[in-house]
Structures are given as structure tokens and as C-alpha cells.
Nanobody, 122 residues
Framework: QVQLVESGGGSVQAGGSLRLSCAAS????????MGWFRQAPGKEREGVAS???????RYADSVKGRFTVSQDNSKTILSLQMNSLKPEDTAMYYC????????????????WGQGTQVTVSS
């Protein structure tokens, strides 16, 4: 079983920055995809960024150039640096993990964190 624990959410003014972290524990497969997702009230969950064990990265167009996803050397800590935050970035942000596939961006994820709230005010 894999456990994902997220931290770093909070409230920030538009234009500010936050850094989210996700720690994976338990039995983590050797080859994985990890991703960040978000869900705003009344909206469907959307992908924010994905990264694989070789640091192949994709971003949603809405965050490209503002957000940066990264892994530590152990590949068990996932981070999301969020800069130039906008009110439309307000959402619950989730960390997720799955066994590696060719479609980390679009594939379904198996394990999910509890979420961390990000609120951006005007």
C-alpha cells in the first residue's frame, strides 16, 4: 500500500507563491508516474502536472510558465512550486501516483493524497 501525504497549502494574495509537497511512503513501485491535480468547487478535477521517473514533465496549459513540478533524488517526494498565482488557481490540490506508463499525463492514477487547499484572493 502507498500513502501520500500533502502539505504546503494555504491562502495567498494574487501574484504570490506557494510550494506544495507530497511525501510517498509504504511500498512504492520502482517505476512510477506522479502527478498534481486540482478541483475547484463545482468543477471537475483537472490535471495540473505530471512527472515520471526520468523527469519527463507535462503541464496543463493554464499553469505553464508559472508552476514547476519536481521530484527529490529518491523519487518519493513530489513538489509543486506555484508562482504568479491567480484567483482561478483556487482549488483543492491532490497528489497522485500510479505505476509507470507511456501516458502519465492522461492515464488513470491509483493512489491519492488527502488534498491540500490553495486559496488565492484578489
Amino acid at each position: 500500500q502507498v500513502q501520500l501525504v500533502e502539505s504546503g497549502g494555504g491562502s495567498v494574495q494574487a501574484g504570490g507563491s506557494l510550494r506544495l509537497s507530497c511525501a510517498a511512503s509504504g511500498y512504492v513501485p520502482s517505476s512510477i508516474c506522479m502527478g498534481w491535480f486540482r478541483q475547484a468547487p463545482g468543477k471537475e478535477r483537472e490535471g495540473v502536472a505530471s512527472i515520471d521517473m526520468d523527469d519527463n514533465i507535462r503541464y496543463a496549459d493554464s499553469v505553464k510558465g508559472r508552476f514547476t513540478v519536481s521530484q527529490d533524488n529518491s523519487k518519493t517526494i513530489l513538489s509543486l512550486q506555484m508562482n504568479s498565482l491567480k484567483p482561478e488557481d483556487t482549488a483543492m490540490y491532490y497528489c497522485a501516483l500510479r505505476r509507470w506508463s507511456y501516458v502519465c499525463w492522461s492515464g488513470s492514477y491509483t493512489y491519492w493524497g488527502q488534498g491540500t487547499q490553495v486559496t488565492v484572493s484578489s
